[in-house]
C-alpha cells in the first residue's frame, strides 16, 4: 500500500525538573537528539521532525494539540515522550501520568487519588489538564 500523506513525529523530552523527587535525566535532550535524526534520515524514516524540550504542562499539551490539528488523516505521525511518569498508586484507574518541567510530584499523586476517590462515587473524569499539573 502507498501512502499519499506525509510522515511526521513529535519527540517531547523533560530531562530537568523543578521538584527535587524528579531526578534530572541528562540523556534525554541525546535520545531525541538521536531519535530525530534516524525518523529524519531520507533513507530511513523520511520523517518531518518536531522536538519540544523541557515543556511546562501547558506547553506539553499545547505541542501535541498543535501537531495533530496539523496532521491529515492519511499522515503517519508519531508521537514519543521521554521523561518522569507517575502510574496509579493501585496500578489501575487513570493509567500513566507525564512529569513536566514544572510538574510537582504532590500534585500528579494527589489528582490521581482524588480520581481513584471520585470515580467510586461518580462516572465523571476529572481533567486531564490536572494530571499534568503546573504549580498549585
Given at each position: 500500500?502507498?501512502?499519499s500523506?506525509?510522515?511526521?513525529?513529535?519527540?517531547?523530552?523533560?530531562?530537568?525538573?523543578?521538584?527535587?523527587?524528579?531526578?534530572?535525566?541528562?540523556?534525554?535532550?541525546?535520545?531525541?537528539?538521536?531519535?530525530?535524526?534516524?525518523?529524519?534520515e531520507?533513507?530511513i524514516?523520511s520523517?518531518?521532525?518536531?522536538?519540544?524540550?523541557?515543556?511546562?504542562?501547558?506547553?506539553?499539551?499545547?505541542?501535541?494539540?498543535?501537531?495533530?490539528?496539523?496532521?491529515?488523516?492519511?499522515?503517519?505521525?508519531?508521537?514519543?515522550?521521554?521523561?518522569h511518569?507517575?502510574?496509579?498508586?493501585?496500578?489501575?484507574?487513570?493509567?500513566?501520568?507525564?512529569?513536566?518541567s514544572?510538574?510537582?510530584?504532590?500534585?500528579?499523586?494527589?489528582?490521581?487519588?482524588?480520581?481513584?476517590?471520585?470515580?467510586?462515587?461518580?462516572?465523571?473524569?476529572?481533567?486531564?489538564?490536572?494530571?499534568?499539573?503546573?504549580n498549585?
Amino acid at each position: 500500500m502507498i501512502r499519499s500523506g506525509e510522515r511526521r513525529a513529535l519527540l517531547i523530552g523533560t530531562e530537568l525538573y523543578q521538584d527535587c523527587r524528579y531526578v534530572p535525566l541528562p540523556s534525554v535532550r541525546a535520545d531525541l537528539e538521536d531519535l530525530g535524526a534516524v525518523l529524519a534520515e531520507r533513507t530511513i524514516g523520511s520523517f518531518q521532525v518536531t522536538r519540544c524540550v523541557n515543556p511546562t504542562a501547558g506547553r506539553m499539551r499545547s505541542a501535541i494539540q498543535e501537531f495533530c490539528a496539523a496532521s491529515a488523516q492519511e499522515d503517519l505521525v508519531l508521537i514519543y515522550i521521554s521523561g518522569h511518569g507517575i502510574r496509579h498508586p493501585d496500578g489501575e484507574g487513570e493509567g500513566l501520568r507525564f512529569a513536566a518541567s514544572v510538574t510537582r510530584a504532590r500534585n500528579l499523586i494527589s489528582w490521581l487519588v482524588r480520581c481513584k476517590d471520585s470515580s467510586s462515587r461518580s462516572t465523571a473524569t476529572p481533567s486531564p489538564s490536572k494530571a499534568t499539573g503546573q504549580n498549585a
